[in-house]
């Protein structure tokens, strides 16, 4: 059965959905898209991923660099699918522009799907935070499109130590 529940967070409330089994949804609750995969068969209640998910969430926002060890199965198209498996490779710390997520997912999927529809996939992430599409960036390291709100991608950032407190850009490496 599906269940949700809210959590809170230092930036705000969250929403999160489960299965009964894996993490299938987590959104601040003001978010563009939000709730966009919320079964409407959920109801409100506990689940097991939801106490592993605290914990993460926990030591995520104290500094630390927890490690997803709890199930996570966000719902979408095989694009989607493609570019949100592509944002859990991107290490804590560390950010990628659209171009290079999209060099990452056109040959999982046999095409560069283009900018809009990588930003459109990235966007509906429905798992905010533990699929980290806040890692995600402009060609030249702008902070552009978050649908938890720049304000928040920059804490997030910050946190993660990828953008500096005077900064609104983060320095991209040149290979």
């Known amino acids: ?30 978010q563009r898209y939000y709730g966009s995969t919320l079964s409407t068969g959920t109801s409100l209640g506990d689940a097991p991923v939801f106490s592993a998910l605290a914990d993460w969430l926990t030591a995520y926002f104290d500094g630390q660099r927890p490690t997803v060890d709890f199930p996570v199965r966000p719902t979408g198209t095989v ?32 095409h560069n799907p283009g900018a809009r529809a990588m930003g459109n996939a990235v966007g509906h992430n429905p798992i905010s ?23 928040r991608k920059k804490s997030l950032l910050r946190l993660e130590g990828s953008l500096t407190m005077t900064s609104e850009r983060v320095v991209l490496e040149k290979n």
């Open 1 to 30: 059965m599906m269940r949700q529940k809210q959590l809170m967070t230092p930036l705000g409330a969250i929403t999160v959905a489960s299965d009964g089994d894996a993490l299938t949804g987590l959104w601040f609750t003001d």
């Open 79 to 110: 694009l989607r699918q493609a570019v949100w498996s592509v944002l859990r490779t991107i290490p804590y710390g560390e950010v990628r522009t659209y171009s290079e997520l999209a060099t990452l997912v056109t040959p999982m999927i046999g």
């Open 129 to 151: 935070l533990v699929i980290p599409c806040h890692r995600i960036v402009g060609q030249t390291g702008d902070l552009v499109g978050y649908a938890g709100g720049l304000t």
